[in-house]
């Protein structure tokens, strides 16, 4: 049997628990549809006359396109519309355009040259899906094969076949200026010449399947007013909205997108594959439309996590204090760029993991290969890295001979701590995970890591950023050119130095739009007042501990860290705090209260009912 | 042949939202004219429990019952915009623009409660059971439904309120990968208690024992639901999941749950969790976002307790038994390493 206790002696001083809603146990208010199956799903929006779409697939990893011959398609029976690619308005998009976000390089449907197995090339609407299988199976597709590249590693290499020809160099364009993401830290070649040990591992994660219940799907269907509805199973429905009248070309005013109960997402639902493709059928045949995936499709179409592979190297000192971590690391993103681009920016931030150590770097490159394109799944971008730094941490204490509990206690960020991406960590509570997990498994711990805390050590010497190694190796197009290493500093002809301190001001929240907008301090359910933080050390406690040096001692030197536009510095509590009312006496009745109260047995009733 | 226990350990952080494109997401509150209140949105709930958090929150921050609120959401004709249920964000993001919303709305529900009982709305509270009264004098109060009839047929004024949280975009260096990129960080640790059969490599994990700190449980039984499903998913992950057996190659590609092989619900095992709680500053009521953190740190966890176990490092994932067995036949048989 499982079980579960709230450890409500840790952290108590930091929080009000006499909250009145927050941290009960309340039922889920759609529950009894989904224990009773009432609770409707996209796919059960059944329209009268509804059609069916099923897509002709690439069976090549890679081929150019020479024609496609939709002739007996067309001919078949039940077979309404078939959409070839010259069909779709905007036939290229990359689904982070909507924030500005890479290059286009997807299209809805493939006309030139596809890139992996599954890849869509023409749609099939027909009356039944049976029959739309059936035309898909005689559509001829007149295939040049063309060499492929699987490995990641291999796709780095200078003669690699090109998957994407809006990235030939098989690597996603970090700042038009780099193949991959950097994250400078220190100076890890010292910390490397200082450490006792050198530990260094490989990492490797496969694809997996998001796995949900319900297929990936949509249905689309005219409504009277020149819009379309669309009912789907989307994670994101603006994302999915937009996404479709880009591709579409028309107004987003004229999408009516509805999703909200979906049978399981876990990250898979993001890519926004069937509304455009519904809506453009519902368009041609002016007919409701159902594009959903059959269970092969959603596993091997679908997109997966992506696979990751990444090699960390550590400089550790005899007492297992870890002196320098070195990151090499590449996502396997498939033949197209979805969101493995931005997971590695969050994965950048992460890095090294939850530990404070005084020299990082990092290279993660974001890499074609001629797969089914990988998406976000339950830990995107963190997930891979986490098995690797876990299991590395392991490596490491066996090196030094520790407890591995202990080890991560004694390198563990606490609050106070510069973290590598430059931010001063906060509100940390990694120690006391550690000592409570130790303590229920009964895996005995020293009574010195069983005594840290995270509220105490950290800041002081542990808030500084020290002086940073930097290069330019790996330009864009570089590594077509000549193979050159992929780890951080290596094959770089210079390096240049970051003045320590260097930082800019960190990104915070807009404050509320109006005073009516802020919750009354009092009633956040955090113990600590606004008012008690002090300005530039967010929740750091009142130990005896050196305030976290923030302010750079040396003016910044990198032209690219100029703050951003306007970016408010200060916190947003303080915002709250700015409008707080002084402590209010209570009220005092003057003479006798008449009106406004409870009245038992009127009917509060008038007029509305819930919308539905 | 013989079983090998072994047990191993892992611990994460895990960052809640993810600011790298400016990352919106709105609320709207208002009320029937009967003094309920509904939150629309355009937030995903895929089973995650969007609608039932964001339903406490606007019952907290209104101060009012939470069978007096209803979410509707994912309707983009009548729910303001939201970015999306991804990156940790739904919790953390929407729940602080239902804050905001709720906020503005319980602002002209006091003062239309003031209205009528001819006091200062500062003066006002409410109690959560659907009553306003004067402070200091809980005999003086008048109810919300009453509050909501007065202000929509007597006053002429609404109950509603609009809410958005932003954290803008953060430009990231190219050079030191400087950025802001989260807005807090989720904790967790575990212990994974685990047997390997040196025969066939086949790896039964028996026990597992975590902690788990989410700023605050703002649904206690919701934690305890994403906790153990999620640790479930991570043990799934660790020893049986992929699309791609033999990866980089294609080949052998699953296409059903036949070839897909996930541990069933009878296979979820005994799980122990510890719940810790410290409030982010900047998170509804604290609170971080348990669901995808959780089932990180199994994986490791798990590969850990196999090296315990029989002495065999698995770096590569699943950690299907061909892997374990070979590993084990490569050391010349199992090489335990002792017990913690």
Redesign the interface.
Known sequence: ????????D??AD??DDT????????????ILGHVTGRSPYFDDHLFEGLLHMRCVRSPH?HARIRSIDTSAADRMPGVRRVIRPEDVPNNLNTL?AL???GKDDEALLQGKKVAY?GEPIVAIIAETERQARDAAAVVRVDYEVLPHV???EEALEPNAPVVSETYPNNTFD??E??DH?????GDVEKGFAEADHIVE?????????Q?PTETCGAIAAPETNDRFVCYTS??????S?GTTAKLLDMPSSQ?????????????G??DSLHEPLAVLGSKLTGAPVKYIFD??EE??VGA?RG?ERWYIKDGVMNDGRIVARQFTGFF?CGAYTRLSS?AI??G???LP??YSIPNVA?NVYCVY?N??PAT?M???G??GV??????H???VAEAVGM???EL?ILNA?RDGDMK????LA?????I???????S??D??ISAQAAAQTSLQGGGGERAAIPE?V?D?AGKIGERRRNKIPTAPGEGASAK?R?AAG???A?????P???D?????PA????RKSAAE?SPAV??VHSAPIAPPRYTPPTPPT?A??AP?P??PVA???QQAAAVQ?AA?E????TEP?Q?????PGVS?????T??? | MALHKG?????????IG?????DPSQALVHS?????F?VSL?A????Q?M??VT???A???L?V??ADV????????T?P???????SRGTHRVG?AV??????AR??MMEA?AD??E??P??LDTD?EG?IH????P?????V??TA??AQ?KQGKTLS?????????????????????????A?????V?LEVDDETGEVTVSQV?????V????????V?QQ??G?AW?GIS?ALY?????Y????SH?????NS?L?PGAGD?V?????????????AP???KGP???C???L???V??AI?NAVGV?C????ITPEKVLRGIQANGGAQPKGT?
């Open positions: 049997m499982s079980s579960i206790e709230f450890r409500k840790l952290f930091e929080r909250l009145k809603e927050i941290g009960k146990p309340t039922i889920r208010q759609d990893h982070l924030i500005n976000f197995v699987l490995d990641v970090y700042h200026l780099y993401q950097k994250l400078r830290f591992g490989r990492y490797q994660m496969s694809p997996i399947e796995a989307t994670q994101a429905l603006f994302f909205l999408l009516h997108f509805i999703g909200g109960t979906v049978g399981g997402g876990f990250g639902k993001v269970r092969a596993m091997q997966p696979a396997d931005y920016i969050k950048t931030g992460h993991g939850p990092s290969t797969r089914t976000a339950r830990g995107f963190i997930t986490d098995f690797s730094i876990e299991c941490m392991d490596k407890n591995p509990i991560r960020y590598a991406h430059r931010r906060k509100n940390t509570a990694l006391e995970c550690c000592q409570v997990a130790a229920k498994a895996w005995a940073t930097t330019q240049g970051v260097t930082s800019v960190p990104i915070i929240a807009v509320p739009q109006r009516d907008m802020i919750i009354d009633r956040t359910g955090h933080q967010p929740s990198q690219p860290m951003p306007a970016a916190q947003p509590q009312p209010a209570p009220y005092k009745p209260f009106k406004g109260i409870k009245r509060r009733f008038i007029s509305g819930r919308r539905r | 047990r191993g350990f892992a611990c994460i952080n895990y960052p993810m600011n790298l494109g400016g029937t004219p009967d003094g309920k509904m355009s995903i709930d895929l089973g429990g609608k039932s339903r406490q929150i019952a907290e921050t101060g019952p939470v209803y979410v509707d959401t994912a309707d983009s004709d729910g915009h939201d970015m999306g249920s991804f990156a602080n804050i905001r919303a709720a906020a503005e602002a002209a409660a009528e009982l006091v200062n500062a003066d959560g009553n004067v402070k200091g004098a005999g003086r109060s008048i109810t439904a009453d009839i007065a047929f309120g609009r809410g958005i949280f932003l954290i803008p975009t953060s430009d990231v260096d190219a050079d030191t990968g400087e950025m802001t990129p989260v807005s807090c960080f904790h967790a640790a575990v212990v208690d024992n975590s902690a788990y700190e700023g605050r449980a703002l649904n206690p039984k919701m305890e906790l153990i999620g998913m992950h999941e992929t699309t791609e057996p990866y980089p190659d294609r590609g699953p296409d059903d749950y897909y996930m979820v005994p799980h122990n969790i510890a719940v810790l709680e410290r409030p982010a500053e900047d009521f604290g609170g669901g995808e953190m089932a990180n740190p994986l490791p966890a590969a850990n090296y490092r770096d590569m994932l699943p913690f």
